[in-house]
C-alpha cells in the first residue's frame, strides 16, 4: 500500500497554513516554544522556501506571495506562495511543497514501492521520485492524494529539504542525558543553613557537525541555568549544574549552586519538598552553504525525575 497521507476532508484557504511551525525533538531533550520570525527560525522540520509562478526561489526570509517577481527582504514570518492571486503556505508539514505554477503541493512518498510497481508508470526509481500531490485549489483537497512520478523536486523543495535534512542530522547527534538532582545534606536538611545542590549526568554535550549535498550545520549547546523548583512557588537557580558536595568542605556554603531554606518541610506533603531541577540550554545553529546560510538559536531543556527533600528545624534546649 502506498504510504501518501491522506488529506483531511476540508482544506482551509487561509495563509497562516504554516505559521504554527512545530519543533521536534529527534534527541531526548524536550523544546520550548519555537521562536516566532522569518525562515532562519523554521527549525528544523519546516525550511521555509516558495516558488513563484516561473518556479524560482524567492529570497530568503521573504514573507510576502511570490506571484510574479520573487520576494523581499522581511523577517517578519513565514514565506507564502501564491496560486492566481491566492495566498498559500510555501510548505505544509501534511502535503509538502506548494508549486505555484500547478496550485498543488508535492510531497515525496517517505517508503515508495519497490520498481516495478504500477504506480512508477514504467519510470526507473533512479530517474526521479513518487510524490503525493494534493490540488486544494481544483478539488485535490477534497478528492484525496493522486500518486505522482516526477523527475525532479518540485518548485525549491530539493535544497529546502537539504538544508532541513541537515540542520536535523546536526541535531540527532547531540544526547543530553537526563539529568538528576543531588543535594547535601542528604538526609535532613537544617533551617538557615546551607543545602549544597548539583545535578548529576548533567554535561553539556561538544559540538556536532552533520552535512548534506553540500550544506554542513554545526550545533553548539551551552547552558543557560539550572533551574532547582521545591514546589510551592519556592525555587532558585544557578549558572552552572553545581558542584558536588565533598564532606572535606564541612559546613561551607557550595561556590555556585546553594540554598537556604527559610522554613521546615513539615507542613508540606508527607513532610518534605518534592522538588526537580531543569538544565536549561542554548543550542547555536550555524548553517553553511545550499541557498540561505545563517545563524540563530533555539532552547532546549530537560528536567529530572522528581526527588524529594526533608529540612528541619532545630530545636534548642536551655
Known amino acids: 500500500m502506498l504510504n501518501a497521507r491522506k488529506p483531511a476532508r476540508r482544506f482551509a ?13 529527534a534527541v531526548s531533550a524536550t523544546a520550548d516554544e519555537p521562536p516566532s520570525g522569518g525562515a532562519e527560525q523554521c527549525f528544523p522540520n519546516v525550511i521555509c522556501a516558495g516558488a513563484n509562478s ?27 506562495c501564491s496560486y492566481h492571486g491566492v495566498p498559500w503556505a510555501c510548505y505544509d508539514p501534511q502535503w509538502g511543497w506548494f508549486d505555484s505554477g500547478e496550485g498543488c503541493y508535492f510531497r515525496e512518498l517517505d517508503d515508495p514501492p519497490a520498481a516495478g510497481d504500477p504506480a512508477w508508470e514504467n519510470h526507473d526509481p533512479k530517474d526521479g521520485a513518487l510524490y503525493s500531490k494534493v490540488c486544494p485549489q ?8 493522486q500518486i505522482v512520478f516526477l523527475a525532479t523536486a518540485p518548485g525549491g523543495a530539493a535544497t529546502a529539504l537539504d538544508d532541513s535534512r541537515a540542520v536535523e ?58 533551574y ?45 519538598y518534592n522538588a526537580t531541577v531543569t538544565m536549561k540550554w542554548e543550542v547555536a545553529v550555524a ?32
Not at 518556479?55 to 513565514?78: E, F, I, L, M
Not at 481544483?138 to 492524494?145: E, K, L, M, S, V
Not at 527533600?309 to 534546649?317: G, H, S, T, Y
Open 13 to 25: 484557504v487561509v495563509a497562516s497554513l504554516s505559521a504554527g511551525v512545530l519543533l521536534s525533538s
Open 54 to 80: 516561473g518556479g524560482k526561489t524567492p529570497a530568503p526570509g521573504s514573507t510576502k506571495a511570490s506571484g510574479g517577481g520573487g520576494g523581499g527582504g522581511s523577517d517578519s514570518g513565514p514565506q507564502l
Open 138 to 145: 481544483t478539488g485535490g483537497g477534497q478528492d484525496g492524494a
Open 169 to 226: 542530522e546536526a541535531k540527532k547527534k547531540l544526547v543530553f542525558g537526563q539529568p538528576v538532582g543531588r543535594v547535601a545534606p542528604g538526609g535532613t536538611a537544617v533551617v538557615n543553613s546551607p543545602v549544597w545542590l548539583w545535578a548529576d549526568n548533567a554535561a553539556t554535550p561538544e559540538p556536532k557537525t552533520a552535512a548534506v549535498h553540500g550544506i554542513s550545520v554545526t550545533v553548539t549547546p551551552k547552558l543557560v541555568e539550572s
Open 228 to 272: 532547582w523548583d521545591f514546589g510551592n512557588d519556592l525555587a532558585t537557580s544557578c549558572a552552572t549544574a553545581g558542584t558536588p558536595y565533598d564532606p572535606k568542605y564541612g559546613a561551607a556554603q557550595s561556590p555556585d549552586c546553594g540554598f537556604v531554606f527559610k522554613a521546615a518541610s513539615g507542613r508540606q506533603k508527607d513532610g518534605v
Open 287 to 318: 548553517v553553511v552553504g545550499g541557498p540561505n546560510p545563517r545563524t540563530f538559536t533555539i532552547p532546549m531543556k530537560q528536567t529530572s525525575p522528581l526527588f524529594t527533600l526533608k529540612v528541619a528545624e532545630v530545636q534548642v534546649l536551655n
